[in-house]
């Protein structure tokens, strides 16, 4: 058996996330695949479009093999949490043999370079960045500069400043660096892959041919109730599953919709936002101000945005703020090297033996059911992890299930099991 772990958001599943998963097999020679994906919550501290059950069952039936839960904790932070939470799970399952990501540069060789030298910090290296801070550099120019010192004195890679500089400032290179570090950190032995991302930027909302961005269908499904485009964008299967949710009223979900749910927690909090992860350098103040005049989300991004915070920022940490994400508790979780159980969401026949693979080979949880652990675990990290796994589904399924209020049973974890896709 030979399993490819491959780590996504799936939001939603479309012709781009299908060639990056058969390629991806194609270069590992992989027969079984796992993806860790992100639940309710994203990595750009925004809500998936449908919840992660139905995100999960696209996933399968487009021939992932299981799909597995990042937790929560993880899974809305900066790249180097997100990436970390991500390896650190694939790595626990003790049997994952490689990791394949998209990548701008498409060179494993070069992201390879780079990660190795970051995580092990070369004399020669901080020597060069302590020079470029001292003179006044802000931190990314610097360790660019630094980088690229370091490469071309010891004749690593064949590399221009200016290309160092694009792979550094590229979102997916960035995301594909911290899997290395993780990877190296973890002394893990997944062999990590790259593949080229194709035809379309990452943050592009234009859809001009078969394969576009997620962003793109994104904004297209918020500003049309006409669902036929998708057709041309995304597999078959998503095109089947996103029609059916829409038919039962579930519609596709968007950050302003938690506008109000988070105003009142900014307003309620107002004088200790400073608990939450990420709420640093008096950006509470700004975000307590601006609540008062922003009549919607996009407004109170634009009140706070500033030269020092990026809009990604500002998402990530007013979703903290919506979640209850607090600076302790990411302390406690956020550097775990092994993380203790997984949540299976999805699976098929090849799933099965992955999972029965996984219980052979680790001692990690396997949870199908929440209502069957125990929660007097003597264990704070796996409590914490988890708590937030169902806070963040009880928050997302207030809006998710506005339509469908009398099939909301409670906190839904307790009552939902993984599907299995025959």
Request: glycine share 4%; charged share 25%.
């Amino acid at each position: 058996m030979n399993i490819l772990g491959l780590v996504v958001e799936y939001n939603p599943f479309h012709n781009g996330h299908l060639y990056h998963l058969l390629k991806s097999k194609e270069i590992t020679k992989a027969t079984h695949t796992v993806a860790i994906m992100s639940g309710n919550f994203l990595q750009r501290g925004e809500p998936a479009l449908f919840d992660k059950y139905t995100r999960a069952r696209a996933a399968v039936e487009n021939d992932v093999d299981l799909v597995i839960e990042l937790p929560t904790l993880f899974a809305c932070q900066s790249a180097e949490i997100f990436s970390h939470g991500a390896v650190a799970t694939l790595n626990s399952l003790n049997c994952i043999n490689s990791i394949c990501f998209g990548s701008e540069v498409g060179d494993i060789e070069i992201l390879y370079t780079i990660s190795k030298i970051l995580v092990n910090e070369p004399n020669e290296f901080k020597t060069s960045l302590k020079k470029y801070l001292n003179d006044g550099m802000l931190f990314p120019t610097a360790r660019s500069n630094a980088l690229f010192d370091y490469i071309n004195e010891n004749n690593l890679v064949d590399i221009s400043k200016d290309e160092l500089l694009s792979i550094l400032n590229s979102s997916n290179n960035i995301l594909g660096i911290e899997y290395i570090k993780s990877l190296l950190k973890l002394k893990s032995n997944i062999k990590p892959y790259t593949i080229t991302r194709i035809n379309s930027e990452y943050n592009s909302e234009s859809i001009d041919s078969s394969i576009c961005s997620a962003t793109a269908i994104r904004k297209a499904l918020k500003n049309t109730d006409d669902v036929s485009f998708a057709s041309k964008v995304v597999p078959l299967p998503t095109y089947n599953i996103l029609n059916t949710n829409i038919e039962k009223n579930f519609n596709p979900i968007f950050d302003e919709m938690f506008f109000d749910i988070l105003s009142s927690i900014i307003l309620r909090d107002s004088h200790d936002l400073d608990k939450y992860f990420d709420v640093n350098e008096g950006i509470e103040n700004k975000i307590y101000q601006s609540i008062f005049t922003s009549s919607n989300l996009e407004e109170l991004h634009s009140l706070v945005k500033s030269k020092r915070y990026t809009l990604t920022k500002i998402k990530r940490t007013l979703n903290n703020i919506l979640l209850g994400i607090t600076k302790d508790d990411m302390a406690l979780v956020k550097d775990m090297n092994y993380i203790p159980y997984i949540r299976v969401l999805a699976f098929n026949d090849k799933g099965r033996e992955i999972l029965k693979t996984i219980k052979n080979n680790s001692e990690i949880n396997i949870i199908n059911k929440f209502s069957k652990i125990s929660f007097a675990i003597d264990d704070a990290k796996f409590k914490t992890l988890i708590d937030y796994d169902i806070k963040a589904s009880n928050i997302y399924n207030m809006i998710y299930y506005k339509n469908n209020r009398q099939l909301l049973k409670g906190p839904m974890d307790f009552y939902m099991s993984p599907t299995y896709v025959k």
